[in-house]
């Protein structure tokens, strides 16, 4: 089970970090994963780091340099600072994990096990 939390009203240009708290299975092998999605639209992949060892991160180029994917193996969670906040980062923030970690990390389909999201919204 995936928990996240953290999310809510922001002004352009604040910071907030997510979190996401998982419970029960972890795939050791696996990837952890950001994605954000907005009514009527996809999925849309944010960023993903490695359950193991934290080494293999990745990004979006929309939010590379400004968001950074963390994890707490001890508290069993991972983190998504966000810096630099834009209207355009308004989405919910969902937290994933998939069984290995793919070469198509990016595809929402990868991924096993979702949390139900946290709400960001970004004013202008």
């Known amino acids: 089970q995936l928990m996240e939390s953290g999310g809510g009203l922001m002004q352009a240009g604040d910071s907030l970090r997510l979190s996401c708290e998982v419970s029960?299975?972890?795939?050791?092998?696996?990837?952890m994963a950001w994605f954000r999605q907005t009514p009527g639209e996809e999925r849309e992949f944010v960023a993903a780091t490695d359950w193991s060892t934290g080494r293999r991160q990745h990004y979006s180029d929309s939010v590379k340099d400004r968001f950074t994917i963390s994890k707490d193996n001890a508290k069993n969670a991972i983190y998504l600072q966000v810096d630099s906040l834009r209207p355009e980062d308004t989405a919910v923030y969902l937290c994933?994990?998939?069984?290995?970690?793919?070469?198509?990390?990016?595809?929402?389909?990868?991924?096993?096990?979702w949390g139900q999201g946290t709400q960001v919204f970004v004013a202008s």
């Open positions: 994933a994990t998939s069984q290995f970690f793919y070469t198509d990390y990016t595809s929402p389909a990868r991924y096993t096990y």
């Open positions: 029960g299975h972890i795939f050791e092998t696996g990837a």
